[in-house]
């Protein structure tokens, strides 16, 4: 079994800065692209940032130049750097994983989320 565990959220002020933090745990042999979601209130769920297993970065048009994803694989951990929030980063944030696990073949996991409130 894998577990994803998110770590970071909080209240911060319009202009803050947050890190979150997602370690994955269990019977891994291999992560490939690892990354983060968010859904807001009354929103659909909404993708935010990728990375992969080689260090390539993707991101949302909506947190381009403000979020920074990143990964340390030794610990199979992925990051997400969210700078300059605004009231509209509000969500709960969920980070999601390609995994491959000794038992089970390869899927796709998730988190179970960690909220963030831009507010002030």
């Known amino acids: 079994q894998v577990q994803l565990v998110e770590s970071g959220g909080g209240l911060v002020q319009p202009g803050g800065s947050l890190r979150l933090s997602c370690a994955a745990s269990?019977?891994?042999?291999?992560?490939?692209?690892m990354g983060w979601h968010r859904q807001g209130p009354g929103k659909q769920r909404e993708w935010v940032a990728l990375i992969t297993n080689g260090g390539s970065t993707n991101y949302a048009d909506s947190v381009k130049g403000r979020f920074t994803i990143s990964r340390d694989n030794a610990k199979n951990t992925v990051y997400l750097q969210m700078n300059s929030l605004t009231p509209e980063d509000t969500a709960v944030y969920y980070c999601?994983?390609?995994?491959?696990?000794?038992?089970?073949?390869?899927?796709?996991?998730w988190g179970q989320g960690t909220q963030v409130t831009v507010s002030s």
């Open positions: 999601n994983a390609d995994i491959a696990t000794m038992f089970s073949g390869r899927f796709g996991h």
């Open positions: 269990g019977s891994i042999v291999s992560i490939y692209a």
